[in-house]
């Protein structure tokens, strides 16, 4: 349920996906051709971001982020983790500390991991499972917040536990033995492998372990350590010795070291990678997209379009209604906006057919959200304003005029550009739109409250795990209406055979058999016009001349930096 | 820039009167050719702004109407066609990623930028010289009090005021209008502490002494004899203003607390167009020259209008 | 004068207390809830209610102003999981997005903005002191227009255009210089300067004018006056003349200028520092206000009030110095 949010993920625009769709074979060609992960060792690469937002508290019981991250992943490794290859089998579930993707029991309430052997932390000390509990027990301590909800919501007793610094366990978490973790949770879940690869499941030894300043001096687990991390600035990792890739069959760990630097401006990022000179030679940038202008300038480049990756993640970028609020509580006024949109224009505002493809589902196209075809209101390419007019007759609604909310910037495209594009559509149709912008951390605030939540606004939501279930329950399922805040369900629609659907399908735990059921639910919502898809995004990213095999995972959208090399 | 004159400019060299020094003002302004060049281009300005509906009107446009048939949609959005798709149609070319027309958006582009910075300017100038003067001429206590208040105003947290303002202001309020007193309200520092220099310095003169002595009152000699020596800086550096506010104005926009969409204004154009100006430089140019171009005319005409308010200079200037 | 300076130190800490009130109200009113950003998205009512009294957001903005000011005369404690720290007078408390005490977030940040505003000011008062001497002394011919054109240019361009303009042509076209990162000036020196120069040359761009403009009219001014005509007449070098006599007479303005010109510098300097991801003062102003992170935007207005104070009573003294006809107030 990852929201493109600084705190989440990959900061401003980010979230790519996949090279290995479309012309991903072929863009990579460049490093993939002279690639030998046997002998791809040595050398620094670079990373240029923008925000440090994934990468702000190096704390594994404080990162929201998907599929272990881009750089997190580097040095916590999790009970499982996103498989590393590039294309469609990227967003499956491989096993990392585990010796497997997890043994459900009990309709998938119980869920049962062995650790494999010669696991190590960097100080040479073995990893227990011991290790791991401590690290999901202590992302329950108010001191440090930020972490993924779902262990909150699906751990026995996990509501109500406050952490382990008072001395309290948490007894849904069970250690039989050293090698043997056991988690039970209060409702079947079929996708927990997929959670098990956050941060939360990476182990932290309860020696070492200070609360608060544990991020000073990260304990790791896997080929990287942290030399040193000043926050919003920088972050050096160099090799950890006590790593083997006999004991890890998911990172290649090319580079000897890894400097990240934070606080960039995105025009700098995509200047210093097409130039590409001295050593951002060895760059690249986990959480900065090509901008429709420098793709304009470079789609005449044949040099850089050589060094551009091309990725999808799972997002949908859509106009979200507030059904408690006046005239959005009649169906026919959501219908006649859906009609009324031009997706083209909308797509356009963004960068064009070359970063955003026009959505008319709220699931992502992408097989493994459960992806189904439908277009519940066809009003072609450009919308239909004449029929919005109908049904804006019908509902008595002749002389509308709203007010539509955004984001202040187009950092997210869900900023004036988007409501732009939006106002001039609906104005064809006869409804005036004004336009109301919000900071962007007001703009936050003010639409996760159902208290202050607009009626209309832009937004977009992509999942935090490549499954439809988490892509589709916080904005359907009618329990996770949040009152107090953090609501992402803005219709505010809570039907009860929705509700049971969800938990129906949250039981399997094979995947690819829940697809469909996840496809046929968001058709049968799409007709309630709770949402008006807009667009899925693309993202465009450039490399640096020395880099190898940079592709975007499929699960993230981003560069899988445990898969990339300098040499 | 007409305010001003009307507001400070007459009294100054005591011998001649008021209608007889403003004669000579006039005369000398214009025998000033890059003065009256830059006056002419002020004017011609003002008019595109104040015409900007009939004008567009005769080119057949307006700002906020999408033509995205006329951009290249896998190339990021870019117009199609030379210097950023200009033709019989639109005459500067369109907007990427909109197609909106850029002749009609820099037309009204300009209402905003000229009320804005003008707007700003006089706000400027109202706190800044009456706060200077009575600075300069009240006395150490009003001195030093209106020293702080100079303090408070330079070192306020302006971005997050700014931020504040746009989450709180009513969407009804009027933006230009909010923008004048966001950029106003904190920077008339340099004004005010410019004059109250010109104070301290003009007040120990000796055509100031004389005139205490000839029992004129304070506020006779504040207005009569010190302000007119002090005019010169203060118009030098109210021309500098006039260009500065309009790029606070763009700064704004940068940060997102400019204008509202669909609104234009340049600094909002310069700001959506600067990462564009290699894959259509025409968005750049358009809103960059004209602010270039009113800038250049401002400050010629405050030049020669300072040349000529010196009550000092010759009269056949400095040729 | 001793009196003068313990009158400005009192009205500091008056100008302190007001601007930070300020700040908090203005905290208030803002819908945003810092918490939110904190706690991440999968956060619920109760979850923020926690991080809510972890921040002290749930005391009334009254009491929270309240324990600020503490904090800076007496100091305060924090939780950090298994223990307490305290963090010690004068304590600005600890940022809501990062965690670090404030004071060593401004601390490690300052040197970067002043070596960009201390070189900047530098080059852009010679720049246009000199650009301005000599735009009076050919005043209305062909290098005045020219002078007056480029300086223009310059005040009219925002430095998100000619900062990236410069970039893309020394660093990506040219490539006479690597992309600007920061270097302290302590580990290398020649290194920090050639990463500042771009920088350095955005600000100057921009901030030059005022200088040449006001030098400029300073000059013409003072060469019209009856003493400088007397010291021409008694056939003084026209050098000396200049150099002695005008110049001083046209720059005294200039000194309260830069003292005044302040807050346009800092919010430039900002800009700058945001376009070339220098991690100095202003970027920090953009990631906390856009964060709402309420403790650092109030530490970052003490820091900047005492500039400006700092910064004014410097020009004040300095003016007195240079013209002996003004009395400090």
């Known amino acids: 349920m990852l929201r493109k949010v600084p705190v989440l993920l990959t900061a401003a625009a980010v979230l790519a996906a996949a090279s290995a769709c479309s012309s991903g074979g072929s863009t990579s060609a460049s490093g993939g051709s002279s690639f030998d992960p046997k002998n791809c060792q040595g050398g620094t690469l670079y990373i240029l971001n923008q925000d440090s ?78 290790d791991v509990k401590w690290g999901v027990e202590r992302s329950f301590a108010p001191e440090l917040p930020g972490g993924i909800p779902y262990l909150r919501d699906w751990l026995v007793g996990g509501a109500d536990y406050t952490g382990p610094y008072k001395g309290k366990e948490l007894d849904s978490i069970q250690t039989p033995t050293d090698k043997t973790i056991v988690f039970k949770l209060r409702k079947p879940e079929g996708d927990f492998p997929y959670v098990a690869t956050a941060t939360q499941f990476a182990p932290v030894p309860k020696a070492k372990d200070g609360g608060t300043a544990f991020e000073k001096h990260p304990i790791s687990s896997g080929p990287y350590k942290v ?46 990678l097409s130039t590409s000179s001295g050593k951002d030679a060895n760059a690249i940038t986990t959480d900065t997209d090509l901008s429709p202008a420098e793709l304009a300038r470079i789609s005449t480049d044949p040099n850089l379009k050589k060094r551009t990756v091309r990725g999808q993640f799972g997002y949908t970028n859509f106009i979200a209604f507030n059904t408690k609020v006046k005239p959005f509580d009649d169906v026919r006024v959501r219908q006649a906006i859906s009609y009324a949109v031009n997706r083209q224009a909308a797509v356009i505002a963004v960068g064009g057919s070359s970063l955003a493809t026009a959505a008319t589902t709220f699931l992502p196209d992408q097989a493994a959200f459960g992806y189904q075809p439908y277009d519940a209101f066809p009003a072609g390419p450009t919308g239909n304003p004449t029929k919005a007019k109908e049904l804006l007759a019908q509902a008595g609604q002749s002389n509308l005029s709203i007010t539509l909310a955004h984001r202040n910037s187009d950092s997210h495209q869900d900023g004036p550009a988007v409501a732009t594009a939006v106002q001039e559509a609906l104005k064809q149709a006869g409804i005036t739109v004004n336009l109301k912008a919000y900071d962007q951390a007001s703009y936050r605030s003010v639409q996760t409250k159902p208290s202050t939540e607009p009626g209309i606004f832009l937004s977009g939501w992509g999942a935090d795990w490549p499954t439809g279930g988490p892509f589709l329950a916080p904005i359907f399922d009618g329990r996770q209406i949040l009152k107090d805040g953090g609501n992402y369900n803005f219709a505010q629609y809570d039907d009860p055979k929705v509700n049971a659907e969800f938990d129906a399908t949250n039981k399997i735990s094979d995947p690819v058999q829940a697809r469909p059921r996840w496809g046929a639910l968001d058709a049968e919502l799409g007709e309630q016009a709770l949402t008006v898809p807009l667009f899925h995004p693309i993202y465009l990213r450039l490399y640096g001349k020395n880099v190898k095999n940079p592709y975007l995972d499929q699960w993230r959208g981003s560069y899988d930096v445990a898969m990339v090399s300098v040499k | 820039m007409t305010e001003l004159v009307t507001e400070v400019g007459g009294p100054g060299a005591p011998a001649s009167g008021p209608p007889a020094r403003a004669r000579q003002v006039l005369r000398r302004l214009r025998s000033d050719r890059p003065a009256m060049a830059g006056l002419v281009v002020t004017v011609v300005l003002i008019l595109a702004a104040v015409f900007a509906p009939l004008l567009a009107a005769i080119e057949g446009q307006d700002t906020t109407t999408f033509h995205i048939q006329l951009l290249d949609s896998a190339r990021g959005g870019v117009p199609r066609g030379a210097l950023g798709g200009v033709s019989a149609d639109h005459w500067l070319g369109v907007e990427p990623t909109t197609g909106r027309d850029l002749f009609a958006r820099a037309l009204y582009g300009a209402r905003i930028s000229f009320t804005v910075a003008f707007g700003t300017l006089v706000v400027q100038l109202l706190l800044g010289v009456a706060i200077g003067l009575a600075a300069g001429f009240g006395g150490r206590v009003a001195d030093a009090a209106l020293g702080r208040l100079i303090d408070l105003a330079i070192s306020f947290p302006q971005l997050m005021f700014a931020i504040a303002l746009l989450a709180i202001v009513p969407q009804s309020f009027p933006r230009p209008v909010l923008l004048m007193l966001v950029i106003g309200l904190f920077n008339w520092g340099g004004t005010a502490r410019l004059t109250r220099g010109q104070v301290l310095s003009l007040k120990t003169r000796d055509y100031v002494a004389a005139a205490r002595l000839s029992g004129a009152s304070p506020a006779r000699i504040a207005l009569r004899e010190i302000l007119p020596g002090a005019l010169p800086q203060v118009l030098t550096y109210a021309a500098i203003l006039l260009p500065t506010n309009m790029v606070s104005e763009a700064g704004l926009s940068f940060l997102g607390v400019g204008v509202h969409p669909p609104t234009s204004s340049w600094g909002q154009m310069l700001s959506t167009a600067t990462t564009w100006f290699r894959a259509d430089p025409m968005y750049v140019l358009v809103p960059g020259l004209s602010l270039l171009t009113a800038v250049l005319a401002f400050t010629l005409f405050a030049d020669g209008l300072r040349a000529a308010l010196d009550p000092k200079a010759s009269p056949r200037g400095r040729r | 004068m001793i009196l003068y300076l313990v009158r400005r130190l009192g009205s500091l800490l008056v100008l302190l207390v007001v601007m930070t009130a300020v700040v908090y109200g203005i905290f208030y009113a803002i819908p945003a809830d810092p918490a939110i950003l904190v706690c991440g998205k999968g956060c619920d009512g109760a979850q923020l209610a926690v991080v809510h009294h972890k921040l002290g957001l749930d005391q009334p903005i009254t009491a929270q102003y309240w324990h600020f000011l503490e904090g800076l005369v007496v100091g305060r404690d924090y939780s950090s999981g298994p223990d307490v720290t305290h963090c010690a007078a004068p304590c600005l408390g600890y940022s809501f997005q990062t965690d670090l005490p404030v004071l060593s977030l401004i601390a490690q940040r300052l040197p970067v903005s002043l070596s960009l505003t201390a070189g900047a000011l530098v080059l852009w008062t010679v720049t246009g002191v000199s650009l301005g001497l000599v735009s009076a002394l050919r005043e209305k011919r062909l290098t005045d227009r020219l002078i007056t054109v480029f300086v223009l240019g310059g005040l009219g361009t925002p430095v998100f255009v000619s900062g990236l303009l410069l970039l893309m042509v020394f660093c990506g076209w040219l490539q006479w210089l690597d992309f600007p990162v920061y270097v302290p000036l302590t580990e290398d020196p020649a290194g920090w300067a050639r990463n500042l120069i771009l920088p350095w040359l955005t600000l100057t761009i921009l901030q030059s004018a005022i200088f040449t403009r006001l030098t400029r009219t300073g000059m013409l001014e003072t060469l019209s006056e009856d003493h400088i005509r007397t010291f021409r007449a008694y056939g003084l070098p026209e050098r000396r003349v200049i150099g002695r006599h005008a110049l001083r007479g046209a720059l005294t303005p200039l000194i309260s200028i830069n003292a005044v010109e302040f807050g346009v510098v800092l919010v430039n300097a900002m800009l700058t520092e945001t376009l070339f991801g220098l991690p100095g003062i202003g970027q920090l102003i953009v990631q906390s206000s856009n964060n709402v992170d309420l403790p650092v935007v109030a530490g970052l207005t003490l820091t900047a009030g005492l500039a400006v104070v700092l910064a004014n009573t410097a020009a004040d003294l300095l003016y007195a110095t240079v013209d002996r006809r003004v009395v400090l107030a």
């Not at chain 1, 990227?90 to 010669?118: C, E, F, I, N, Q």
């Open chain 1, 227 to 272: 030399q040193t991390h000043v926050q919003d600035k920088s972050l050096t990792l160099v090799r950890n010795p006590n790593w083997s890739r006999a004991a890890d069959d998911q990172r290649l760990a090319c580079p000897d070291r890894i400097e990240a630097t934070y606080g960039l401006s995105a025009a700098v990022i995509n200047q210093r």
């Open chain 1, 53 to 130: 937002a994934t990468d702000e508290h190096f704390d594994p019981a404080r990162i929201y982020t998907s599929g272990g991250g881009a750089v997190p992943s580097l040095v916590f490794r999790t009970l499982t983790t996103r498989k590393r290859v590039p294309g469609e089998a990227g967003t499956t579930v491989a096993p990392d500390l585990a010796t497997d993707t997890g043994t459900p029991s009990d309709d998938a309430k119980t869920w049962t991991y062995h650790l494999r052997d010669g696991l190590k932390f960097e100080d040479g000390t073995p990893i227990t499972s011991e």
